[in-house]
């Protein structure tokens, strides 16, 4: 089975186990993201919380997403990704809403978004943005991207849609997405090459914010893809491995 489809059946057991059933309603930040990474004279980071993940399997020991958040909010995070899906990723809704009461910049509830229940959940545990992959919909996983956008809008919230090919790149530019992001990871093989950025962005000419994802290590890695065309750089495994997250952040919100 590939990963996809794997990712994909986890959101739909999530759903059938009622993870996405909330009874809370939290306000999102007042902060708007792309204003904040615009006048940003540094590396404008999107730092996410996940403590595993199917390719490196337990990243972290858990312990209190709270304070994680608030040490990347101190090293200089311009917005906070919460992994919210339980299998494989080892995040939950209840994560992002012990978060979401302590943190007042943006908020991206990252899920493998298949359904429009995801999207009511996103709005009622204060997530300011939502993420949708390109690909589940150019594979022909899930149909009709546009909808799942204009849903997410109606609901009040702002969406990344990530590409991992060319392609899928132009398709995502394509659509209404508030952002649009390069996962750096193939999500069949889960390998990483951060030239992926580099390859699609090469000749690219658009004023749209460009966050690349996955395999930011250190501020080179931030220096290369800044040249790259990227205006944001969405970083979770190595600032989750790291001993100290808040030093951690600031040297590489520094690397500009």
Known sequence: MSTLK??????????????????????????????????NPHASLITEIKFSSPSLGKI??????????????????QALSVLTQPYLFEGSPSYFMQIRKKIKIP????DIVVDKIQIEAAKKIGADYMLLIQSLFDQGYLKDI?????????????VLVEAHTKSEFENSLNTDADLVGINNRNLDTLQIDINTTKNILNGHHNNRIIVSESGIENPSDIQFLKKCGTGAFLIGSSIMKSENIKENVRSLVNAI
């Open 6 to 39: 794997k990712l994909v059946d986890n959101s739909r057991q999530a759903i059938a186990d009622g993870t996405y059933e909330i009874a809370e309603s939290l306000q999102k930040s007042d902060i708007d993201l792309i204003q904040s990474i615009k006048s």
């Open 107 to 110: 908020m991206l509830m990252k």
């Open 146 to 158: 546009d909808e799942f956008i204009d849903y997410g809008h109606k609901q009040g919230l702002k």
């Open 60 to 77: 972290r020991q858990k312990s209190d997403p709270v304070q994680i958040a608030q040490d990347m909010v101190d090293g200089g995070a």
